[in-house]
């Protein structure tokens, strides 16, 4: 399977507790984004990454939430001193360059906040 | 500001019967929308894009409208079948001219309900 791969796929964790989710985009995409979703609503956009640089942020993401990207391939998201509000389904993306619109979407992580 | 929303949160349609499912927007920026089929416990799964200077894109069994001057888009689907039942996002990409930093902001979903 050469698409995005998330990991992992569900978390449950304690109010308070840090999570880490990690994303393994398409091999040759150097663009990776993290959207973030709650049931009904449409994804959210959190923050991107070209290459190995972190170029934009949402406000959405609080000093609680960082990402990285440090060689360039695959990213992690973390969330420090979780709250109920992070329970949602946190999105990994990618995409090599801009000739479509087309972004490639993980399966997500599910995050549940007790 | 930026945003993509919805006309219709559901939608209820006959198998066999064509689907129209309507988008606005309030950002003329972008130069691509995109339309997105999410199933449940799945990530969203790209349908089809259209270029911003496009009025019309056709597909296989679909087929997306943009219209600018009302900031309208709309994606029919012919013949809908029920593994077309999920929810669907209209998506508008924007792009920063000097950077070329690039995001792409969802609107809330419509789920589509196919009849047997």
């Known amino acids: 399977d050469t698409g995005v791969s998330q990991n992992p796929r569900h978390k449950i964790t304690k109010r308070g507790q840090n999570v880490t989710f990690r994303c393994d985009p398409i091999?040759?995409?150097?663009?990776l984004y993290w959207y973030r979703q709650t049931l009904g609503q449409g994804p959210e956009f959190l923050t991107y990454f070209q290459n190995e640089a972190q170029l934009e942020k949402s406000r959405l993401l609080s000093d609680r939430f960082s990402a990285e990207r440090p060689k360039g391939s695959f990213s992690t998201l973390e969330i420090q001193r979780t709250e109920q509000g992070d329970s949602a389904m946190y999105l990994c993306?990618?995409?090599?360059?801009?000739?479509?619109?087309?972004?490639?979407f993980g399966e997500g992580s599910r995050l549940t906040v007790l | 500001g930026e945003s993509v929303g919805l006309h219709l949160p559901t939608l209820s349609v006959q198998e066999g019967d064509n689907s129209i499912i309507n988008c606005a927007y309030s950002?003329?920026?972008?130069?691509?929308f995109i339309w997105y089929k999410q199933e449940s416990g799945k990530g969203p799964q790209f349908i089809i894009d259209i270029r911003s200077n496009m009025d019309k894109r056709q597909g296989q069994r679909v087929t997306v409208l943009l219209n600018k001057t009302v900031k309208h888009l709309s994606l029919q689907i012919a013949a809908t079948q029920p593994g077309d039942s999920a929810v669907y996002f209209c998506?508008?990409?924007?792009?920063?001219?000097?950077?070329?930093?690039?995001?792409?902001?969802f609107g809330p979903g419509t789920s589509l309900s196919v009849i047997p």
């Open positions: 998506a508008g990409r924007y792009i920063e001219r000097k950077t070329s930093y690039d995001k792409v902001i």
């Open positions: 950002n003329s920026a972008s130069d691509y």
């Open positions: 091999s040759e995409h150097n663009r």
């Open positions: 993306a990618s995409r090599q360059g801009l000739a479509t619109g087309e972004l490639f």
